[in-house]
């Protein structure tokens, strides 16, 4: 057989093959990465406990030495594709047509061990990446609500934070918290209280667009970040607040009444994250103190209800009047039990500010 035309086939065969080769792992790998690691990307990640680090860790190590096997595997391919080369490229290895037939059998056996790998690879690759993204999404969900928790609250508030100093996108935080939830589970138990929060989570997490995110803050508190202004949020807390109050929960065998307060700031120019919480924190405190289930907006100067039928727009007896006030609170006279309740309040949020 002409040795040319030989070299000619067998460079064709292996440009081909590679060629393939390198095809197929790329549609292979670009699969996998739009698969479930999508959504879980390293901004997402945030700080662990060294519970759950350990955990992630060992997860890692097992895919390291995973992907470790399948590098080796590899390597074995190449190298039996090298000495199939280099006897490819000797003329007296071909002396007939069933040589040539020979060394093409062993390619074929090779690319068809090297597709098997692939193929068990692939499932692996799925089993790994499955578990990963299941440790990474139980960190960043509340074990209880399934809501999001407090680590990816913070994490997405940074996000919204970040948006709006480089492209001055506004959003709004409503904070949000059961009433009287220790009467609830003194009265009827811990497992009603558990089954209220489930029930109102449940209730929070329908929500449109607009609504970025529903996270359980902490304890009975929620926490809600809109992509809209402040007045187009509250509207937003003022049908949740209905909602949530025109129906019964049933929990444990027992119709509970369930209401929430509210309280919903915007950010502002020259904010913090911190100044936008802490706001939204006092307009909370602001529904509590003058009589809960209703919402709050605090406006930068000060705090009002918002749309609670009976009310109208008048400020109650708990104002915000943040650049008036050196106590940053103002009340009815008579109301000194009140008065002092919310200095007090105010005492420690400035020094959790202090903290932050």
Known sequence: MNTPVIYLMMGVLFGTTFLALGIALGVWLSKRQSSDLASTTPETIGSFSRAETQHLLNALR???????????????????????????????????????????????????????????????????????????????????????????????????????????????????????FKKINDTYGHPAGDAVLKEVSNRLRIQDESCMLVARYGGEEFALLFATPLHAAASKMELIRTTIQDKEVYAEGHTVQVTISSG??????????????????????????????????????????????GLGRQPSAAIVHAQNSPAGFEVDSGKESLQLQILNRLDELLAEERRR
């Open 264 to 309: 919903v700031s915007e950010i502002t120019t020259d904010d913090r994250i911190a100044k936008i919480i802490r706001r939204s924190d006092e307009a909370l405190y602001s529904a509590k103190m003058s009589g809960r289930n209703r919402v709050f907006v605090h406006t930068g100067k000060l705090c009002e209800v918002y749309g609670n039928p």
């Open 62 to 180: 097992s895919f390291a030495t995973w992907t470790s096997d399948f590098a080796g595997d590899f390597h074995r391919y190449r190298t039996q594709m090298n000495e199939l080369s280099i006897k490819a490229s000797n003329e007296n290895s071909f002396k007939t047509k069933e040589d040539v037939k020979g060394l093409l059998g062993q390619i074929v056996v090779a690319n068809r061990d090297l597709q098997s790998r692939l193929e068990n690879a692939e499932k692996k690759l799925d089993q790994q990446t499955h578990e990963l993204a299941g440790y990474l999404n139980e960190a960043r969900t509340d074990g209880l609500t399934g809501l999001a928790n407090r680590r990816a609250f913070d994490q997405r508030i940074d996000e919204c934070y970040k948006n709006w100093v480089e492209r001055k996108q506004v959003f709004s935080l409503a904070l949000i918290d059961i009433d009287h």
